[in-house]
């Protein structure tokens, strides 16, 4: 029986998942998207097109590629809907797990309200995946499954309606009428079914007859509901753990954990963020790798790579090898600070902290490399560039793997 590769992201989301996947996916059966919603973007460019990516695993691109959206995944019908438009003999290419959480009209309109609350803020993209994942665990939730019996969900959509009139005062909204709702559910079951199928049964029979399958994550490790930067986490588990819980396999179905991390660092919305440069350099980073977010636009902060939390990272996730994206972007640079540890009230912490809260960055520099952009082979990048990599393979003690030099999908090494 084959075993599950999974890729994932070991800091705070927008490392570059989307490439690596796409660079991989010729060499899958399977690619599997096994939690979060379309707050994720995953952006691949292919002879200069950008194509973005926010519920349909990147393996789309390729036509032997069977693509699945797992029990673990929060699905606004319309978006995948005005997703998959972009694309052509998708039959049978793509399906969606009946387990699969519904993102409905509610859902977006209290996470948007919350959001204005500054007392509750936390920089989220209002796209409703908290507030879905909220009923999912309350056991309030409507499945992708559910509209396959229309006249049922509902009847049930009445009563959870009644249950939820409060939020109307609180946040002095209007919510959706049932029959608003009931239009929109009509709709979406139309329109869904041919892609409801059980995802769990593909996915065993495809190894159990030694297909290859890659599970693909989104978001980032550091954005994890339990282990990450609580509370400006996302509402799902983005380590490879959760690629179990969120596609039906088991552990023990684990085969290769590829990390995927930017040669520095980012961070959208609020929460820690130790490394961050405030300064020159944290803009020039943000210029050169265009770090605004695929999905909502908004600017990302940028800074120095985080070791220190990377290698807790790697740890979390079991990462057998990493890739190392965006190495372009460190180009021309005098000097390249890495945080190899964090202090405290001025004591240097010896492991992963509960909270960054107020917690310093330790760094250590590296002198600058010259431009390595469109670069395909490790031997013919600058020699401070290769140092740069095999210093961060020892600081991680984790083999770097693959080394992204451009956006383009052919830009990179592969060692």
């Not at 909502?296 to 990272?313: I, L, M, N, V």
Request: some cysteine; aromatic content about 10%.
């Amino acid at each position: 029986m084959s075993k599950c590769d999974v890729i994932v992201g070991i800091q705070w989301g927008d490392e570059g998942k989307g490439k690596i996947v796409d660079n991989l996916a010729k060499n899958y059966d399977i690619v599997v998207r096994y939690q979060g919603g379309h707050n994720a973007g995953h952006t691949i460019v292919v002879d200069g097109k950008k194509i973005a990516l926010h519920l349909i695993p990147s393996g789309i691109l390729y036509d032997n590629c069977i693509n699945l959206i797992g029990n673990g995944v929060v699905i606004n019908v319309e978006a995948f809907l005005d997703e998959i438009s972009q694309f052509k003999n998708i039959n049978g290419r793509i399906y969606i797990s009946p387990k699969a959480h519904l993102i409905l009209p509610y859902h977006e309109i209290i996470d948007k309200f919350k959001e204005k609350d500054s007392n509750r803020s936390i920089g989220t993209t209002c796209k409703g995946i908290g507030p879905a994942y909220v009923d999912k665990v309350g056991r309030n939730g409507f499945r992708v499954g559910d509209l396959l019996d229309t006249d049922s969900m509902i009847d049930k959509m009445k009563d959870y309606l009644k249950s939820i009139e409060f939020y109307s005062s609180i946040y002095d909204v209007k919510l959706p009428s049932i029959d608003e709702l009931a239009s929109k559910i009509l709709f979406y079951s139309n329109n869904l079914k041919p892609f409801i199928k059980d995802t769990n049964e593909i996915l065993w029979n495809a190894m159990d007859n030694n297909k290859k399958i890659l599970l693909e994550g989104a978001q980032g490790s550091m954005l994890d509901i339990d282990h990450g930067t609580y509370p400006f986490v996302t509402s799902s588990n983005t380590i490879s753990a959760g690629a179990c819980n969120g596609s039906g396999i088991s552990p023990h179905d684990i085969g290769e954990v590829i990390g995927i991390a930017k040669a520095y660092c980012t961070r959208v919305g609020k929460g820690y963020f130790p490394s961050e440069d405030f300064g020159e350099d944290g803009k020039r980073l943000q210029k050169n790798g265009f770090e605004f977010g695929t999905t909502t636009g908004r600017t990302r902060r940028c800074g120095w790579f985080d070791a220190f939390a990377c290698k807790y990272a790697i740890r979390l996730n079991g990462v057998t090898s990493l890739a190392l994206m965006k190495l372009d972007v460190l180009s021309g640079f005098d000097s390249i600070k890495v945080c190899i540890g964090y202090k405290k009230d001025g004591k240097e912490l010896n492991s992963f902290p509960y909270s960054l809260d107020k917690v310093e960055p330790i760094y250590k520099e590296f002198e600058g490399f010259d431009d390595v952009s469109g670069i395909r082979e490790f031997d013919k990048l600058p020699k401070k560039a290769q140092e740069y990599i095999l210093s961060l393979e020892q600081i991680l003690g984790t083999r770097i793997s693959i080394i992204s030099t451009s956006p383009e999908r052919e830009d990179t090494i592969k060692r």
